[in-house]
């Protein structure tokens, strides 16, 4: 259950934290940093809804699986009624993601945050310890789905939420919606040629089958094509304009770093051909752009 977060959500925004206590104009719990009015693609997503939704939750003790630096932590933090605590677990099996562990205690220092190495397939919890327990875009970078949902509900007290927040791979989408896909794509090759377990994303149907087989009651699913960490960011308006110039040098410098994870792989066709692929996304995102692909938001009770 190790995800590799350099090619999950791949340029969402991350939550920006401040000390002061406001209430932003959609009516959400006290949000950490005020942005200014949201643009008017973020607005009309549904990501204002799905954090508003979250603005009426107490949260309790929150378990967030495959947890990586914490991101999704944040935005909870940033959207939840009220919370008592959180955990965040990561089956830690590569030097990066020992790392990111570690950047996220920091990060978290001084509030209520523990992270643990722990693999999701098995976790050493009692049953029914948790008020709330969600996994955030890391469904498709899973060994073993089923057993990693299955213990997330055996841990979840009866009553207590189960978020799931996930990319899919069909529906409606735009050009630039797509070349994120492509991306997304080549990020899974290359992953595997590391021994990192790095799906395909999974469509809505097969989403929605899984959540229901956790026998969760008042199933609530919205589907958005905005993050939700877009309501904190700075740099949201930017998003606005998919071929906006700091996000096409943005995409270009993460596709290179990413291709360096491979520099030294053994075959040279093998490299070659990644590389190629990787040049083939840049000339596309400055064609067509890029923009985060479209994601469901579930809620369910235990």
Not at 13 to 32: F, H, T, Y
Not at 273 to 291: D, L, P, Q, V, Y
Request: hydrophobic residues 35%.
């Amino acid at each position: 259950m190790m995800v590799n977060r350099d090619c999950l959500a791949l340029h969402m925004p991350r939550a920006i934290i401040s000390a002061r206590m406001i209430r932003d104009e959609v009516g959400l719990a006290p949000v950490r940093r005020q942005v200014g009015r949201f643009p008017k693609g973020l607005k009309s997503s549904e990501a204002p809804r799905i954090a508003k939704r979250l603005g009426s939750i107490s949260g309790g003790r929150v378990l967030d699986v495959a947890t990586g630096q914490g991101g999704f932590i944040d935005t909870l933090m940033n959207t939840l009624k009220d919370y008592e605590s959180f955990i965040g677990i990561d089956n830690c099996t590569s030097y990066d993601s020992v790392e990111e562990m570690r950047e996220g205690r920091v990060h978290f220092r001084g509030r209520p945050v523990e992270f643990l190495e722990m693999n999701g397939e098995d976790m050493g919890f009692e049953s029914g310890s948790f008020d709330t327990v969600c996994i955030s875009y890391a469904l498709h970078h899973l060994d073993d789905v089923d057993a990693v949902l299955t213990e997330m509900r055996r841990v979840l007290r009866p009553g207590g939420r189960f978020i799931i927040q996930e990319l899919y791979c069909d529906g409606d989408k735009t050009e630039a919606q797509r070349v994120d896909e492509l991306e997304h794509e080549w990020c899974t090759k290359i992953d595997s040629l590391q021994g990192i377990t790095h799906n395909t994303a999974f469509t809505r149907y097969r989403l929605m089958d899984f959540a229901n087989g956790l026998g969760l009651k008042d199933l609530e699913v919205f589907d958005s094509d905005r993050p939700m960490d877009c309501l904190f960011c700075e740099r949201n308006q930017l998003c606005e304009d998919p071929k906006n110039q700091a996000i096409f040098h943005d995409s270009i410098k993460r596709i290179d770093e990413t291709y360096d994870r491979i520099k030294d792989y053994p075959d040279p066709e093998v490299r070659n051909r990644i590389k190629e692929e990787g040049e083939m996304i840049k000339k596309a995102i400055a064609r067509s752009g890029s923009a985060a692909t479209s994601y469901l938001f579930i809620i369910g009770t235990g």
